[in-house]
């Protein structure tokens, strides 16, 4: 018997521009479109990673999914509700749900609370767990692998490693179903970035969870992820199943960074991919598909039609002419 999955939250045609203001009257002359336009679901009790280099606008979707940062335009459904044109009242409720766990473990946590005032301001701020805070707080560290001996320690006593331990307790501290890793592991040293990675597949496992992953680090997020979502200049170019992704890619920009992962053994040679020139500014796109400045396939379409998110294969999406061009 096949099991229909059920979809957690789908994001669509999401958009997040900033401002550019200059001049005396603060007049705005432009926008970085750092989020332009995107699309993907999370099924339940799945984790999708996100990639893409610096500057593409994964960690800003995260925020925006959150509403850290205000959207422009789009629609983010969680649970059947659109989390963008919520009151604050019910802002509040649903974010029970929904937590972030941050990239700087160091610059996160306040430096003048204790581990467990940490832990315990999100069961205050939204009313839970009366008069068992203490009992609930010393699970949570037992959780991520702390004793309660750490309660009453501050932020800067404690390693990198311990101090995101604590970032990841304080984010399940109100039983959330749904986490935003954003970056959790890229300030951490490499040996401890494993210990962390598995302490989240874990915990998915024993409390349910559903992630939204967002790295730069496409060995970390073949690890612990079920389905990838690659992502460049604001838009995304690709989605896929990991396996699929990793054996079968289409698009030219995944080919790329996937072309950059190293192999740990030195008796095996890949052939490198190297792009030409850098990411363009946000601000400033390149018409059309915004990788065509760089990329090795470029077709003449590509430099003023942009492309749209087209199934490949069955679940496999990818925007991009040159495929689009194949099934024409």
Known sequence: MVVEKKVLIEVKKLKTYFPIKEGLFRKTVGYVKAVDGISFFINEGETL?????????????????LRLVKATAGQVIFEGRDILLLNQKDLIKIRKKMQIIFQNPSASLNPRKTVFEIIKDPMDIHNLFKGKRTRKT???????????DYMNRFPHELS??????????????????????????SALDVS???????????????????????????SVVKHISDRIAVMYL??????????ELYKNPFHPYTKSLLSSIPIPDPTIKRE??????????????????????????VMDICKYKEPELEQY???HYVACHLFQNQIG
């Open 192 to 218: 401890i970035q494993a210990q962390v990675i598995n302490l989240l597949q874990e915990l998915k496992k024993k409390l349910k969870l559903t992630y939204l992953f967002i790295s730069h680090d496409l």
């Open 234 to 243: 604001g838009k995304i170019v690709e989605v896929a199943d990991k396996t």
């Open 313 to 315: 294969t069955d679940g």
């Open 49 to 65: 990673g996100l990639v893409g280099e610096s500057g593409c606008g994964k960690s800003t979707t995260g925020e925006t999914i």
């Open 160 to 185: 990198g490693g311990q101090q995101q331990r604590v970032g990841i307790a304080r984010a399940l501290a109100i039983n959330p179903s749904m986490i935003i890793a954003d970056e959790p592991v």
């Open 138 to 148: 010393r699970e949570l560290l037992n959780d991520v692998g702390l004793s309660r």
């Open 272 to 297: 490198r991919i190297i792009l030409k020139g850098d990411v363009p500014n946000a601000k400033n796109a390149p018409p059309g598909c915004h990788f065509h400045t760089r990329c090795p396939e």
